[in-house]
């Protein structure tokens, strides 16, 4: 697996929460994890989370670590079982 850790901060708005993300924006190709230190606002236009949809939750921070992790060719159990790890 690769990873970048981006020095820069930066607003963390859920658009990045995207296929490929990793890839378009930092050339890391298959399995990866990029991370940054910044603020947070997930707008409910660009919320991805259901039940924070439904609860019309409020996500932000002013200073949040954040991950994105892309894992291509992983059944349900192993998807599960890496979220845990990492969380």
């Not at 658009?15 to 990029?34: C, E, H, K, M, P």
């Not at 230190?37 to 921070?61: R, S, Y």
Request: charged fraction near 20%.
């Amino acid at each position: 697996m690769k990873f970048k850790w981006i020095e820069e901060e930066f607003l963390y708005d859920g658009t990045q929460l995207r296929s490929l993300f990793a890839y378009l924006n930092y050339g890391l190709l298959g399995d990866s994890i990029v991370s940054w230190a910044g603020p947070c606002n997930i707008t409910f236009e660009h919320m991805v989370d259901g039940e924070d949809l439904l609860a019309k939750a409020e996500i932000k921070g002013s200073q949040m670590l954040h991950f994105i992790v892309e894992k291509f060719d992983c059944g349900l159990f192993g998807g599960v079982a890496l979220q845990r790890l990492l969380t």
